[in-house]
């Protein structure tokens, strides 16, 4: 059950902010390693026209897998104006099928600059899609 | 950091996003007593015709800041029951409280819902909301 690839998805704050989440992970025997991206998503507006979401952060992400209850742990780390802040989500695997292969769920908070940060806490789900992740190059 | 737990009683208001991709609103209505909740239940699953609209009861229990609910939603002959696993916290300096939890849809019939994870505020002041401006840190 490795999680090494991407995963993209989505984080839901309790104040109604979103972001869009992307993960690259690489598995080794359960301890997970990689970078994500978070970008906030603009609120719906009626009146104006639709723009992209903003990129905000990036940073090493670490992981680790228990195999036998289908959970996992991540930690996200970011420095925010020199302060680290470092979100963590506790979620488990699960079946997303049709819309993905699988599927993270889980609730993330704030361990460390919650301070810093404007988001309090909340949902994240991450989707790992069907793709063939072979780089061009070495097709 | 570990959050000061908040009650379950209140109207909490907020957004989910399921596994299979749909997204919606969902309130919450709960009224806490002796460690049981009870209450009611409103999701709006958005789609690209017009949202899937649902109401429903809520039951379950409470222990320091921990909820666990069942919510089941009946309509003609559907009938889909969730389990929902949440906590509440107090926020940190804007006042009022989250809810944050996870969901499985443990029998159905119907439904555009298979399990995802929820986000769900309570008394959040609306100045804080406009102090936000959209999440930039």
Known sequence: MSVTGRWEGKLIDVTGIAAALTLDLDDSNGEARGDFSAAFLPEEDDC???VGPRQVQTGPVHARVDQERGTIELVCEMTIGLRP???AVDGRLVDADPHAKRAIVGCFDIR???ETLTLEGGGVLLWEYARDRTPEGDR | MARA???ASGNWRGSIVDALGYEGALTLDLAEREGRVSGVCTATISDHHEPFVRSGKVSGETDDG?????ISFR???EEVTIALDAHTFELSDRGGAGMCGTYEVAA???SPLQGGVLALSRDLPARAMEAIGGGTP
């Open chain 1, 85 to 87: 802040v470092l979100v």
């Open chain 2, 108 to 110: 159905r019939s119907f």
């Open chain 1, 48 to 50: 104006c026209e639709p």
């Open chain 1, 112 to 114: 460390e600059g919650v």
């Open chain 2, 66 to 70: 921990r909820l666990r609910l069942r």
């Open chain 2, 75 to 77: 309509r003609a002959d």
């Open chain 2, 5 to 7: 737990s908040a009650g």
